[in-house]
């Protein structure tokens, strides 16, 4: 039978430490729990103060979360005592003992992070239901237990004694507010120092006062996230309202500007057929003519992008709208001196979406990468699987040999109104990305050894199961 001890109250310690330096463990740590927000950080101090060589407790300390929904107990981290030696003491005063708190860098975390020990532990599931019902006791009753001899090593419901080959442990359940977050676990392998009751009391008061502060900084990085989203939230809707106003405006402006901006260009190409080429009034006519249809190019695009048109999904052929897109711009890219490379795998890639809308996408890329190779290169067209979320996708990826986006405008790229372009309105890439998302996909944009790289992931038409009419 496994001797089971819940400790309340600390009795006489077999080795009793003096009271000095359990008052100086107790304030270090203390200090140490409010020294952090940082959760990760805060498992790291909790389980290296309770297995350092300084404070002679434990030999090896696993932490547990409870998972409230599944009943479930999730290994989180494992230190042990030669994985702790990078614990220090800062701003301590030598006039003040009970001063200062414990600290770790960050390249010790992250070698008792990927310790095998701690990955064990990750690994490491406990259910409460069929699992430990030694840990299961322990968090029932909300007491430090002290397991000695353990003789249920060759248990079948639970596998973590034998895992780690405990012979005697102590688990002290992590408390706050009346609800029960998770539960530390020691032992000492290996070696002649016991578990003693003054041990088991000082990490009662450990695990009391690390239940709050886990809580208090799970309660922080909730509402960091909860910050996050209101930001992200007002910044949708200040783009929301933005693109109200656009609309608004280019509802109300559109018809008296079309008007008049046919008429002049009209009138333009009249008097230019009547204009002998030499003569510099034909330059003149060219112009009008170019920079009316610049105009109304803008006007289209800021139409475009603030209008909320209804998408028809259909199953058509990626594989065909893409090819249909090459071979409109051949010749082009033949008269500019761009050799196209495509890899288009044979078979029928079925998307769910607007075709005249995804044919808009690739036209976008592709009159942009040509008009980063002024002076000729090379353009690839690739189109090949790829998984997403564990969903199947189609990746297409439009590649340009132009010199690259600098690293400072990436992000920028798709911003309304951001161009680099003399005569762009910044709107063209903001809507083929909305397009995209609009179909379900991701469109990424990202520098490659000699020029720029967009790629469009779409889910394929099996694999998209959101088959609604979305608004831009």
Sequence with gaps: MTQYRAI???PSCQHPRPAGDDLLLLSLFSSTLLSTNRL???LHLILSALVHPDTALFGRAMLFLYNQKTGVLQGMLGVTQAAAHGLRVVGSDQGSPLTGH?????????RQWQSDYCTAVRSMRIDLN???QIVAQTLKQRLVCHVEDTNCQHCMECGFVKRFGITSFAAAPLVSRNRTLGVVIVDTPGSDHVITDQGLSLLQLFASQAGMAIDNSLLYRNLEETHAELRESRQRLVHSAHLAAIGEMAASISHELKTPLIT???????????QPQSVRQQQYLETIISETQRLERMLADILAYSRKPTICYNRCDLRMVLQECLDDYASTFEELGIELHAELPAGYWEVLGDAHQLKQVFINLLVNAQEAMRQGGRLMAILQEADKGGKSCARVSIEDTGGGIPEELLAKVF???FTTKHHGTGLGLPIVNRIVQNHGGVLCADNSQQGAVFTVLLPLADEYHEVTDRGM
């Design 40 to 42: 990760n950080k805060l």
């Design 102 to 110: 414990w600290e770790l860098d960050d390249a010790v975390m992250a």
């Design 264 to 274: 002049i260009g009209g009138f333009a190409a009249r008097l230019a057929r009547l």
């Design 8 to 10: 309340a109250a600390a």
């Design 130 to 132: 069929d699992g430990c």
């Design 415 to 417: 911003a309304p109104f």
